[in-house]
Structure formats: structure tokens, C-alpha cells
């Protein structure tokens, strides 16, 4: 078996066990019994993965359509979707591709904004993405999203040290963990860059390393995002700070670490 494709399948399978370290699910769901009217809701979430937030929306009856560039997260998601006739997934780029309109809701959620993938500037791909989902918005519809925001990213984000964010085996018996070795953020150019790589063992025993990479990441300001959100037309009707009903504080506090937002397009 490829390499390649055991490091990306056993990936796409841990994420899903690993990522459950906030309520962002429960939250997201919360959201929108509070702020829609109970009418049947169209959503749209970019960059789905394996469902982790799509499947529950699904679950709870919305009609939903899902995309990812990632066939391996993706297929994960088809998986769970058998059976569910209010779900549809795709696999395409989230700035290249079109990606429909007339939707209630569009879903930028799981931290989309600084994970996203793209050899496009940075910024400039985090402000296209807020472009297109008010597009694919109805007039009115409302755009939903959960981004990482701290009060000081010097601190969160120069990091030193050998960390493991995600290991354990897969259904095909691959097993392994990610590591990372520490980030620098610049807080001039905003951008962080780290170095990771993972260590995996395939069913019969075999140890190799893959995913050997520096990443960069960039790291919005509030000012910026709230200045995409009003560019593109969407208007701030709530804020959310860390997954409670509480507001982002303006000015931000040294408790802030994750906003989320509910725009409308007008
Ligand atoms: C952190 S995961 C979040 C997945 C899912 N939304 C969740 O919260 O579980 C980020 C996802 O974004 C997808 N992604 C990153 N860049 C993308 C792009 N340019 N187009 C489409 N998907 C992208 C990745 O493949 C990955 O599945």
C-alpha cells in the first residue's frame, strides 16, 4: 500500500477521534435554534472534512451540502451521511470553486480561516472566503463563523518544545501521532510558522515519517475580519466570545481566545 495514502487515511480517521476539545458542535446548533425562526434552514459548510459538524446539522434536520478539498476527510463523511437524504458532499477548492447560491446559512467553522489551505497570500485567501460566502448567501441568510482570536498571539503562538496534538490507530491498523516542535509568530507580518511531521507504524509493523513540513499560518485581526465582513456586505447581528452567550469584548481581554460570529447578509 502507498504511503501516501496510509499517512492521509490514518490522518482523516484521528482527527475525527481527536478533535473534541471544545462544545463548538453543540454550539453551532444552539445558534441557529436561537436565530433562525424554526423554518426549514439550507446551510452550506466549506471545508466539511469527515462531518464532524455537517453530520449533526444533517441529524437535526437542516438540509445541508458539504465541501472539502480532502478526499480522505471527505470519504469519511460519506461514510456517515448513508442512509440521510438532507446531505450532499463534494470535493473542490473552496477559492477556486463556485459555490452556489441561495443558501440561509453558510458554515466557516472548526477554525477554517487559519487552516486554511492555499498557495495564495494568506490574508487575501481569509478575505476571498468571506467574499464568496456572502455570495452563496440569500439576500438575508446569514453567515456563521468560529475563528481562533486571542488577546495576545505573541503568547499563544511562540511555542517551543516537542508537542503530540493528535495520535492513535486507525480501522486499518495503522497507528502513530502528529508532532510539532514548537511555532514563531511575527507580529509585524502576522504570520506564524512551525515545523511538524508524523511518526506512523503500518499494520505489519513497518515505522515511517511523513508529512515532514514547515507550515504557515496567518493570524487575522479582529479589525480585519469585522473590515471583510462589512466589505462583503455581511452585517454583525452577534458575537459570541469562547462558545458562551456572552459578546466579544471590545476592547478584547486576556480571556478572549475564540470568537464567533452571526452576520446577515443585507
Ligand atoms: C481543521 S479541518 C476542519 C474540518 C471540519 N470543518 C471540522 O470542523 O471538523 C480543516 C478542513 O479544511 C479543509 N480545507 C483547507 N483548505 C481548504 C481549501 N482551500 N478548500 C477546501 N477545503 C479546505 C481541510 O481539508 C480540512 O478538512
Request: proline share 3%.
Amino acid at each position: 500500500m502507498n504511503r501516501d495514502f496510509i499517512a492521509k487515511y490514518w490522518y482523516a480517521y484521528i482527527y475525527e477521534q481527536c478533535e473534541n476539545q471544545t462544545h463548538d458542535v453543540e454550539f453551532l446548533l444552539n445558534v441557529l435554534r436561537a436565530e433562525t425562526d424554526g423554518s426549514p434552514q439550507k446551510i452550506l459548510e466549506v471545508a466539511c472534512g469527515g462531518g464532524r459538524i455537517c453530520i449533526p446539522l444533517a441529524e437535526a434536520g437542516y438540509t445541508v451540502t458539504g465541501f472539502d478539498a480532502n478526499e480522505y476527510m471527505l470519504l469519511r463523511c460519506y461514510r456517515r451521511m448513508k442512509g440521510m437524504n438532507n446531505i450532499t458532499c463534494y470535493v473542490t477548492d473552496a477559492l477556486t470553486s463556485d459555490w452556489g447560491t441561495g443558501f440561509d446559512v453558510v458554515v466557516l467553522a472548526g477554525n477554517l480561516l487559519i487552516n486554511l489551505e492555499t498557495g495564495m497570500d494568506y490574508a487575501r485567501a481569509q478575505q476571498i472566503l468571506i467574499r464568496k460566502a456572502a455570495l452563496a448567501l440569500k439576500p438575508g441568510g446569514h453567515l456563521y463563523l468560529d475563528f481562533d482570536l486571542h488577546y495576545d498571539p505573541v503568547r499563544i503562538f511562540n511555542q517551543m518544545g516537542e508537542r503530540s496534538y493528535f495520535s492513535g490507530t486507525d480501522d486499518l491498523g495503522t497507528s502513530g501521532r502528529t508532532v510539532s516542535y514548537g511555532s514563531v509568530y511575527d507580529p509585524v507580518t502576522r504570520i506564524c510558522t512551525g515545523t511538524r511531521h508524523w511518526e506512523l507504524k503500518t499494520n505489519n509493523g513497518e515505522s515511517f515519517v511523513a508529512f515532514t513540513e514547515q507550515w504557515h499560518k496567518y493570524i487575522p485581526t479582529q479589525e480585519q475580519v469585522y473590515s471583510w465582513l462589512r466589505e462583503a456586505g455581511l452585517i454583525i447581528e452577534r458575537t459570541y466570545k469562547n462558545y458562551t452567550d456572552e459578546p466579544i469584548p471590545e476592547p478584547l481581554d486576556e480571556s478572549m481566545h475564540r470568537a464567533t460570529i452571526w452576520a446577515k447578509r443585507g
